[in-house]
Structures are given as structure tokens and as C-alpha cells.
């Protein structure tokens, strides 16, 4: 290489690239400590600061979605990234790809920033913290297997309650790994397990040990949980920003699987409660029933003594006017039998007198019929309209007429009048 820039300059972008590619290839990913001063984000995307000591300073360079610590000026960190170059600058930095407060005071200062930073955003509100269900049949656990703190949720879950479905997920709870397993498990809990509720556990620690539970990667998976989730993270003077994000915080890992079921002596003395609080309701309204069924049958049997004193006499008084009615009924059955005779010999006669007189009036209307007359020999003349002919001046020359004969019909002309 140094024998072809000496044959043929290079370009500028092209020497930029080489030593780029030198860096980050013959020195690889580096560790450096120091002092975070003029901290910004262009963009809202681009993170700058330079990290320095006492004798050098060095220009730092992430995007902001990688920075999942909260930093300030003259806070002490520890970056791990790669020297590089700006291809269009070509100023010396190193490319991060994570922050590490370092220290009691950075951690701490760390803590408050991203607690601040969280609170505004709404993710400790209390209001959008879901409550636990009452007996749960499947446990999420996400710890350390070799933690004291699993044996101990798993020895109080099986005292408490027993038969449960307990699903751990195993993760480490502190180092640079245990952020992004914690944030796996809890995602892996949610759309595989499906529990009734997911605990988050570890025992106590410095602050350094809980860096992982004081991250904004935890942070942000719990909060985007589906499932209720209760952490219990070290001692009870322990305060991470999981616990404040969580549904429910435990005091410490035991508490949480105190937290999560409970307990079934206190379940079972609950239920003995109910039932004797149950019988002994139940007794006091039987006894308040007995008296008002009493005083019921009480009231029944005088109501239906005067209701059958009354019966009885409507029976009497009715006895007596059907007695009454039956007798007036033959009465005038007798007498409607008798008009009923009367009726029939009067119709039998008007019905003879007016079939006479029928029959009268049928022979003289025989007489009158002017088909009889016809049989004798007789016609019957009529015009075209049907207007019988009885004289001469009815018709005119040429007019039509018919002539009935008492056999047929004769049609004819009139040609001359006399």
C-alpha cells in the first residue's frame, strides 16, 4: 500500500477510507473512560459530546436510539466503541455503541435523569398500573437460575399456594448482557408463556450491580408489557427504575411471590368466614321467616273463615232465587208452549188462505196471458222497437214489423196502409 501512495497520490476520500479502515481494523472496539463535556443531539438522532481528562480530550459519536443511559456534562462514563474518521470531515472520533456511567455519583446521576425523563413521559403513572389477579394458574419468571432469589420465589409460590405453572426465563441480572436478555425474556414472556402475571426478580446489589434494572431498555419493555408485571429487585431500600415502571413493586424477591398468590391458610380461614357468616344469616332469616309465615297463616285462616261464612250464604241465597227463577222458567216455558200453538194454527191458516188466493190469481193470469189468446188463432204485432201495433197510424210505408204467431214469427214490410 505505501508502495502504490508513493507511485500514485491518493485521493483525499480514499486516505480518509484507509486510515478509517486502519482504525478500526488494527485497533478494533476500545474501552475509554473520562468526562462527558459538551454534550447535544443534532436532529434529534445524532448524539455528540467529547469525552475527556486532564490532558486530552477526544470528540464521541452515537446514534440516539443506542444511548439508553441518561448523560450530562461532567459526568464520568466509560464508552465502548471503534476509533474512526468523518469521511467528510475527516476529524479523528470514536463511533460508540454504548454508555456506561462510572462511578456512585454518575450512577446516581444517571438514575435521576432517566427517572426524570420517564416521569414526564407517563410511565410510572398510577392510573395506567393494571391490577394483579387473585389466583393466578401461570407464573412468568424472569431471573438469574442461580440466584438466591429464584429458589426463594419458588419455595414461597409452592408454600403459599402450590399447583402452579411456573415458567422461568432465564437471564443474567447484571453486566453489559443482562439488559438486553431481561428486555428478550420480558418480550418472550409476553408472546410465547402467556402467563397470568410475569415476576421480575433479583437480589440486592450496589448501584452498579442494578444498572441493568436502571435502564431505559428494561424500563421501556416493561411498561410495553401485556401482562401484569411484578418486580421485586433487591433489598426494600433498593429503588430501581423497573420497580416505579412495574404494575406492582415488591420490597424484595420474596415479597414478590407473596405479592403475586396468596396465601391459602389465609384463603381457607377467609371461606370458614364466609360460611359462618353465611349459616348465620341464613339462620336469622329462617327465624324471621318462621314469624312471618306464622302470622301469614294467621291472617289466612281469618280471612278464609269469614270468606267461607260468606260463601255459605251467597250458597243459601242462591239456593233460594234459582229455587225462584226454576219456577218462573216453567212458567214461561208453559206459556211460550202455549203461544207457540197459537202461533202455528194461525200460521197454517194465513199459509192456506194466501195459496188460494195464489192459486187464483195464477188461473186469471193464464186467462189473461196473451199466449193463450194466440192459441186460438189470434196474432200479436209488433215495430222494430217491440211497441205492439194496434193501429194503422203506428207504422209508416217501409217500416218493419213482426207478427207472433202462437208457432213461430212472421217478419214483414209495410207497403200499404188502409
Same mark, same amino acid.
Given at each position: 500500500?505505501?508502495?502504490?501512495?508513493?507511485?500514485?497520490?491518493?485521493?483525499?476520500?480514499?486516505?480518509?477510507?484507509?486510515?478509517?479502515?486502519?482504525?478500526?481494523?488494527?485497533?478494533?472496539?476500545?474501552?475509554?473512560?473520562?468526562?462527558?463535556?459538551?454534550?447535544?443531539?443534532?436532529?434529534?438522532?445524532?448524539?455528540?459530546?467529547?469525552?475527556?481528562?486532564?490532558?486530552?480530550?477526544?470528540?464521541?459519536?452515537?446514534?440516539?436510539?443506542?444511548?439508553?443511559?441518561?448523560?450530562?456534562?461532567?459526568?464520568?462514563?466509560?464508552?465502548?466503541?471503534?476509533?474512526?474518521?468523518?469521511?467528510?470531515?475527516?476529524?479523528?472520533?470514536?463511533?460508540?455503541?454504548?454508555?456506561?456511567?462510572?462511578?456512585?455519583?454518575?450512577?446516581?446521576?444517571?438514575?435521576?435523569?432517566?427517572?426524570?425523563?420517564?416521569?414526564?413521559?407517563?410511565?410510572?403513572?398510577?392510573?395506567?398500573?393494571?391490577?394483579?389477579?387473585?389466583?393466578?394458574?401461570?407464573?412468568?419468571?424472569?431471573?438469574?437460575?442461580?440466584?438466591?432469589?429464584?429458589?426463594?420465589?419458588?419455595?414461597?409460590?409452592?408454600?403459599?399456594?402450590?399447583?402452579?405453572?411456573?415458567?422461568?426465563?432465564?437471564?443474567?441480572?447484571?453486566?453489559?448482557?443482562?439488559?438486553?436478555?431481561?428486555?428478550?425474556?420480558?418480550?418472550?414472556?409476553?408472546?410465547?408463556?402467556?402467563?397470568?402475571?410475569?415476576?421480575?426478580?433479583?437480589?440486592?446489589?450496589?448501584?452498579?450491580?442494578?444498572?441493568?434494572?436502571?435502564?431505559?431498555?428494561?424500563?421501556?419493555?416493561?411498561?410495553?408489557?401485556?401482562?401484569?408485571?411484578?418486580?421485586?429487585?433487591?433489598?426494600?431500600?433498593?429503588?430501581?427504575?423497573?420497580?416505579?415502571?412495574?404494575?406492582?413493586?415488591?420490597?424484595?424477591?420474596?415479597?414478590?411471590? @407473596? $405479592? +403475586?398468590?396468596?396465601?391459602?391458610?389465609?384463603?381457607?380461614?377467609?371461606? %370458614?368466614?364466609? !360460611?359462618? /357468616? &353465611?349459616? #348465620?344469616?341464613?339462620?336469622?332469616?329462617?327465624?324471621?321467616?318462621?314469624?312471618?309465615?306464622?302470622?301469614?297463616?294467621?291472617?289466612?285462616?281469618?280471612?278464609?273463615?269469614?270468606?267461607?261464612?260468606?260463601?255459605?250464604?251467597?250458597?243459601?241465597?242462591?239456593?233460594?232465587?234459582?229455587?225462584?227463577?226454576?219456577?218462573?222458567?216453567?212458567?214461561?216455558?208453559?206459556?211460550?208452549?202455549?203461544?207457540?200453538?197459537?202461533?202455528?194454527?194461525?200460521?197454517?191458516?194465513?199459509?192456506?188462505?194466501?195459496?188460494?188466493?195464489?192459486?187464483?190469481?195464477?188461473?186469471?193470469?193464464?186467462?189473461?196471458?196473451? @199466449? $193463450? +189468446?194466440?192459441?186460438?188463432?189470434?196474432?200479436?204485432?209488433?215495430?222494430? %222497437?217491440?211497441? !205492439?201495433? /194496434? &193501429?194503422? #197510424?203506428?207504422?209508416?210505408?217501409?217500416?218493419?214489423?213482426?207478427?207472433?204467431?202462437?208457432?213461430?214469427?212472421?217478419?214483414?214490410?209495410?207497403?200499404?196502409?188502409?
Amino acid at each position: 500500500m505505501s508502495q502504490m501512495t508513493l507511485d500514485k497520490p491518493l485521493s483525499v476520500s480514499e486516505f480518509v477510507t484507509i486510515v478509517k479502515t486502519h482504525l478500526q481494523t488494527a485497533v478494533g472496539q476500545v474501552a475509554v473512560q473520562g468526562e462527558i463535556s459538551g454534550y447535544r443531539i443534532a436532529k434529534d438522532k445524532l448524539v455528540f459530546f467529547e469525552l475527556k481528562d486532564k490532558k486530552s480530550r477526544v470528540l464521541c459519536f452515537m446514534m440516539k436510539y443506542q444511548l439508553q443511559t441518561a448523560i450530562e456534562d461532567g459526568m464520568e462514563v466509560k464508552v465502548t466503541g471503534y476509533p474512526s474518521l468523518f469521511q467528510n470531515a475527516g476529524r479523528f472520533h470514536i463511533r460508540v455503541q454504548q454508555v456506561e456511567p462510572v462511578g456512585e455519583g454518575a450512577l446516581q446521576r444517571a438514575f435521576e435523569l432517566l427517572k426524570k425523563k420517564l416521569l414526564n413521559e407517563g410511565l410510572f403513572a398510577e392510573e395506567r398500573k393494571r391490577p394483579l389477579p387473585r389466583f393466578p394458574s401461570k407464573i412468568g419468571l424472569v431471573t438469574s437460575p442461580d440466584a438466591a432469589a429464584y429458589t426463594d420465589v419458588q419455595r414461597i409460590l409452592d408454600n403459599r399456594w402450590g399447583g402452579l405453572d411456573i415458567v422461568l426465563t432465564p437471564v443474567g441480572v447484571q453486566g453489559q448482557v443482562a439488559t438486553s436478555q431481561i428486555v428478550g425474556a420480558i418480550q418472550y414472556q409476553n408472546q410465547v408463556v402467556k402467563p397470568s402475571v410475569i415476576i421480575l426478580t433479583r437480589g440486592g446489589g450496589s448501584l452498579e450491580d442494578l444498572q441493568a434494572f436502571n435502564s431505559e431498555e428494561v424500563a421501556r419493555a416493561v411498561f410495553s408489557s401485556q401482562i401484569p408485571i411484578v418486580s421485586g429487585i433487591g433489598h426494600e431500600r433498593d429503588i430501581t427504575i423497573a420497580d416505579l415502571v412495574a404494575d406492582v413493586r415488591a420490597s424484595t424477591p420474596s415479597n414478590s411471590a @407473596e $405479592r +403475586v398468590v396468596p396465601d391459602r391458610r389465609e384463603i381457607l380461614f377467609e371461606v %370458614n368466614t364466609l !360460611i359462618k /357468616r &353465611s349459616e #348465620d344469616i341464613l339462620q336469622d332469616q329462617l327465624r324471621d321467616h318462621h314469624e312471618q309465615i306464622n302470622e301469614s297463616v294467621r291472617r289466612i285462616e281469618h280471612v278464609f273463615r269469614d270468606r267461607i261464612q260468606r260463601f255459605r250464604e251467597l250458597r243459601n241465597s242462591f239456593q233460594k232465587h234459582f229455587w225462584l227463577y226454576r219456577q218462573k222458567l216453567d212458567y214461561y216455558n208453559k206459556d211460550i208452549i202455549q203461544q207457540s200453538d197459537r202461533l202455528t194454527a194461525n200460521l197454517q191458516t194465513n199459509i192456506k188462505q194466501s195459496f188460494d188466493k195464489l192459486t187464483h190469481l195464477r188461473n186469471l193470469l193464464k186467462s189473461l196471458n196473451p @199466449e $193463450r +189468446v194466440l192459441a186460438r188463432g189470434y196474432t200479436m204485432t209488433t215495430s222494430s %222497437n217491440g211497441k !205492439i201495433i /194496434r &193501429s194503422s #197510424d203506428d207504422v209508416a210505408i217501409n217500416d218493419n214489423i213482426t207478427t207472433k204467431l202462437a208457432h213461430g214469427q212472421l217478419d214483414s214490410k209495410i207497403t200499404k196502409k188502409k
